[in-house]
């Protein structure tokens, strides 16, 4: 049996859907859409987090492989857990957005999580992309497709973390990987630990107020170890050596460490003197393979003892020239946009660093 609707409810409906049209046509209601987004982060062989963004208060969801999941809101930033994956699976999703009778949708994106053996795969390291999204976006360009498993990002992401509109102008950007590959952020100086940090970016649960303003992550052999140079050294100095001391996590061959402030450099900006109190002597002494680094605008390479500290300060910040500090460690320092490429395998790191063109700059391997 068919049911109708009377007619002058069916005539009432389409006048109220003529008139928000309308509304929104004209400009009197803004039309809900998806700003940015989306960004992929803490990525498992279980798990994943995405996050986004609409100009206007929605509920949101993700549609994951065809059926509706994490729904939530209303917000502007959503930020989702997706729980229960099978390691060494891709799914497709998209995201879904719905306020005030209106919906948005974004294209059909994918991801694949981690097998549980993974050994052999690439990922890139680059930072301080704040102030010139166009220089930003070259460095983007070379490095996306290079094809990186994860993609670490060493402090310094916006000029200023409390303007939304430096985001806004980050996000755009990234969206040539940010879907499908993970990004693993730190906090530099000049997020100063804003409230946009946390709400807008997929960051890994871990240590701090927040919960995740230092954090550690596993992504095949790679233990991931972020930290925070701007603040608490001393009380992440003492959280770092409990995590070194304890056996690395199932599958684990290789441990890196990023953050933002440097302890070595030839400058501009002086070395962390925090840093290497509280840091360094767990660094060097308790089984780091490499560090990424930012903070100056160049590259830089330092080596102490077996443990190389490497700077990818040139992700669109105003270079620095003629670094002039004196550093003993300094293997190779110049003042170019740039990005490292990781060729992970059992056996070694191999560590290439590039210019936007593909040139290189540095080339060292870590061997286990």
Known sequence: MTAHLPANRVACSLLIAALLLLLVASGAIAALGIVWGPVLGDLTSTSAQLAWYTNLPSHGWVELNGQE?????????HRVRLRGLEPGATYYYRLVAEA???????????????????????????????????????????MAPLRPAFILHTGDLVADGNNLADWHQF????????PTVPLYPVLGNHEGNAAYYYDLLPIPRGGGDRGNEWYTAVFGSVQIIALDSCRRLEEQGRWLHDVLRRPKPAGVHWRV??????????????????????????????????????HNHLYERSRKGRLNYVIVGGGGAPLYSNPRLPNPYRVVVRSVYNFARVDVSPEALHVTAYDPDLAVIDQFTVAR
């Open 69 to 77: 999941v994490a729904r939530g809101g209303p917000m502007r930033a």
């Open 100 to 142: 005030d009778g209106q919906r948005a949708t974004s294209r059909r994106f994918h991801f694949t999580t981690p097998p549980t053996d993974l050994g052999t795969f690439t990922f890139c390291a680059y930072g301080d992309t704040r102030s010139d999204p166009e220089a930003h976006r070259r460095v983007v360009r070379a």
């Open 171 to 178: 996000f755009p950007v990234i969206a040539r990987f940010s």
């Open 257 to 294: 460490a990023v953050f933002h402030h440097p302890p070595y450099t030839s400058g501009p900006h002086e070395p962390s003197q925090g840093v290497r109190q509280h840091f360094c002597p767990h660094l060097e002494n308790q089984g780091v393979d490499l560090v990424f680094l930012g």
